[in-house]
């Protein structure tokens, strides 16, 4: 069946480092590809989206790019700051829209 | 512009209680969800709806029941709550057929069985 995978956490990066998170999935067909955002307390929210093959999504800083060959959708940004601390869930979904499948969330801490 | 309205925030139940968590949506979406948020396990679906008038299990249905009541709402109801069910519950929707298009999530529904 369709699944994500990405890495473990947590992740803990200074201000103004690299931020790389991977994520790689199952899935059969073309399913749309997403990275959320959940801050402390507070529910998922999108972050970016990429539908097709070789689609970027940005936004706030952030991209990732479909990679059809490779299976993956790796989150990255260049400079990080203290307000980007969050948990990241890499998901896709499939089969017209009406299943969504999420990785297991990777907590990122960003320190002054 | 509410999007996705969870009630309640939080709630505290007695093992054997039962209570139901509401879930609204303005946003005219064909498809909703209810997931279960455990430490270290992601987000696990447990009941979705892929249109008005259906619903279907997820991973981990046993001990929930939902209902579809209209386009706009989607209940989980817990019969008998159990510890085992004490996590953080998202409602999320999407619009489904029309696309395949982002899922919209509540803010969440803290749930405590001791």
């Known amino acids: 069946g369709d699944s994500v995978t990405q890495m473990e956490g947590p992740v803990t990066l200074s201000e103004e480092a690299f931020l790389t998170i991977n994520c790689t999935y199952t899935a059969t067909g073309y399913p749309s590809l997403f990275w959320y955002v959940q801050y402390p307390g507070e529910g998922l929210q999108l972050l970016l989206k990429?539908?097709?093959?070789?689609d970027k999504g940005s936004n706030k800083g952030f991209e990732a790019t479909y990679r059809k060959e490779t299976t993956s959708f790796h989150l990255e940004k260049g400079s990080v700051q203290v307000s980007d601390s969050a948990v990241y869930f890499c998901a896709l979904s499939n089969a017209g829209g009406n299943q969504f499948y999420f990785g297991t969330g990777t907590s990122l801490t960003v320190i002054p | 512009n509410a999007g996705v309205t969870q009630t309640p925030k939080f709630q505290v139940l007695k093992t054997g209680q039962s209570m139901t968590l509401q879930c609204a949506q303005d946003m005219n979406h064909n498809s909703m969800y209810w997931y279960r948020q455990d430490p270290g396990m992601g987000l696990r679906l447990i009941y979705y709806s892929a249109s008005e008038g259906t619903t279907d299990k997820g991973e981990v249905p046993n001990g929930y029941n939902v209902s579809r009541l209209n386009k706009r709402e989607f209940s989980l109801r817990l019969e008998s709550a159990a510890p085992s069910q004490t996590s953080v519950y998202f409602c999320a929707s999407s619009e489904g057929d029309r696309g395949i298009t982002e899922a919209f999530f509540g803010q969440g529904t803290r749930l405590t069985v001791v």
């Open positions: 990429a539908t097709k093959a070789d």
